[in-house]
Nanobody, 128 residues
Framework: QEQLVESGGGLVQPGESLRLSCTVS????????IGWFRRAPGKEREGVSC????????RYAGSVKGRFTVSRDTAENTVNLQMNSLKPEDSGIYYC?????????????????????WGQGTQVTVSS
């Protein structure tokens, strides 16, 4: 089990922005695809975004496309999720996950069972 630590969650108003970070080891950052997931109260865990080892492949759920951007920062050993124009329905616990065999494409890219290592999550609340 690899270690992943999420940070950056908080309470914001609709329309505002947040940037989540997933801190990992340099090894994980280089060799593992990283995915972002969220779970809202009473809902299933939802795949939000993923980014491949090279950063060349990124994917987004339809509900966040155009508002969220995922990126890798090799200097900080983080994978960041920039979330703009936040909506109340974006609220939930956000998790990052990593997997060596996942390439962020096909069905596995945004599937929770395509990832073997998970962080503890960070809470995002969008409310006026």
């Amino acid at each position: 089990q690899e270690q992943l630590v999420e940070s950056g969650g908080g309470l914001v108003q609709p329309g505002e922005s947040l940037r989540l970070s997933c801190t990992v080891s340099a090894f994980i950052l280089r060799y593992y695809t990283i995915g972002w997931f969220r779970r809202a109260p009473g809902k299933e865990r939802e795949g939000v975004s993923c980014i491949s080892t090279s950063g060349d492949t990124t994917r987004y759920a339809g509900s966040v496309k155009g508002r969220f951007t995922v990126s890798r920062d090799t200097a900080e050993n983080t994978v960041n999720l920039q979330m703009n124009s936040l909506k109340p329905e974006d609220s939930g616990i956000y998790y990052c996950a990593a997997d060596f065999w996942n390439d962020c494409s096909g069905e596995k890219g945004l599937a929770w069972n395509g990832y073997g290592s998970w962080g503890q999550g960070t809470q995002v609340t969008v409310s006026s």
